[in-house]
């Protein structure tokens, strides 16, 4: 954390308890964040109406898994979305999958969550804001907020922030490998020396 904190100036390191959640899939299915104990989280959340920030930051979410994928991660690294939508539960499920679909991510290892038609629509907005981050209406239809991804790891504990858009998809990728491969590391003696060298070529590399 602290290699990739000196140049990683979007990444905010935290060790603190990740606020639970409780929510529904696109397919109907619920999934809780006690589900995913033993798996390292990706968490972001979207305004699916948002034609700005928020498709780029989905662009982003795939570049990271394309590169969990490439490490051969894709069971330990789970990526989660979760719309903040005010407006009605079935035309956001329409959005949720158009996403899926436009950006080609693979639902083996990405959810993308929202609350059920019987909940407040403040659901996942709170939510939102006890992660950190505003979702605000403007009453235009369009919400203000923030672009934040989160890191979850496999003991539930918030381990990190990455604001915006501007941070390096490698450096993010690294922390991952980091975080699942962390358990099991004393077991490679050349686990660390791998890693510590490639946090070191993407940062002389800039």
Excluded at 97 to 109: I, K, M, T, V
Excluded at 119 to 134: F, N
Aim: hydrophobic share 35%; charged share 25%; proline share 5%.
């Amino acid at each position: 954390e602290a290699s990739l904190n000196e140049k990683e100036r979007y990444a905010q390191f935290v060790d603190q308890p990740a606020p639970e959640f409780d929510l529904t899939g696109v397919d109907g299915n619920t999934l809780a964040l006690a589900d995913l104990n033993g798996k390292t989280v990706v968490l972001n959340f979207l305004y699916t109406r948002c034609t700005e920030a928020c498709p780029l930051h989905m662009n982003l979410i795939r570049q990271l898994q394309t590169g969990v994928e490439e490490e051969g991660l894709s069971e330990e690294v789970v990526f989660i979305t979760i719309a903040t939508d005010r407006e009605d539960v079935a035309g956001t499920r329409r959005n949720m999958r158009a996403y899926g679909e436009n950006f080609d991510l693979n639902p083996r290892n990405w959810q993308f969550l929202y609350r059920a038609r019987m909940e407040p629509p403040e659901l996942t907005p709170e939510l939102a804001k006890a992660y950190g981050v505003q979702f605000r209406d403007t009453g235009e239809g369009v919400q203000v907020h923030g672009v934040v991804t989160h890191v979850i790891d496999p003991e539930g504990q918030m381990r990190a922030r990455f604001h915006g858009l501007k941070f390096k998809p490698e450096h993010l990728e690294t922390y991952l490998t980091a975080i699942a491969k962390g358990p099991n590391a004393a077991a490679d003696d050349g686990f660390w020396g791998r890693l510590h060298g490639r946090i070191e070529e993407l940062l002389q590399s800039e």
